[in-house]
């Protein structure tokens, strides 16, 4: 009976892992850190991201990293053994926003950068 659970969950995994690729648009990263999701196509509520540029090693390296980066806006989810970042738009919350107003906001929200340093920060 475990047998068959297993495969009914693996086989429903895979089921939604599929859906979820054939519904998803694909986004890339600008050389300066932000997601940037094309304009020549409609907009989607979620996007593909190539992880391979940021090195994670492990999965709660990449959860941990994208913690920090969640918004009211746009979610990530690291999906570590497809090498993917889900890019998930709240396109709910603005749906007056065109691609290019999505790209706006990815590009002051960027995901990826050098390394904030405190003594570098300016006080408050």
């Known amino acids: 009976m ?6 009914i969950a693996v086989c429903a995994f895979f089921a939604f ?3 979820a690729s054939a519904q998803t648009g694909n986004a890339t990263l600008t050389t300066d850190g932000a997601v940037l999701v094309s304009t020549q196509e409609p907009l989607q509520s979620a996007y593909t ?3 391979s540029d ?11 990293y994208f913690a920090d980066k969640q918004s009211q806006l746009v979610s990530y989810r690291p999906v570590f053994h497809n090498n993917v970042i889900m890019v998930y738009l709240q396109t709910s919350t603005k749906p007056e ?15 990826k950068g ?3 340093n405190p003594s570098q920060q300016l006080s408050k």
């Open 2 to 7: 475990k047998h068959v659970r297993l495969m």
């Open 17 to 19: 892992t599929a859906y």
């Open 49 to 51: 991201l190539d992880a």
């Open 54 to 64: 940021f090195n994670f090693e492990t999965e709660q390296e990449a959860t941990t």
């Open 97 to 111: 926003w065109t691609n290019s107003d999505w790209n706006t906001y990815l590009a002051k929200n960027k995901i």
């Open 114 to 116: 050098k390394a904030s």
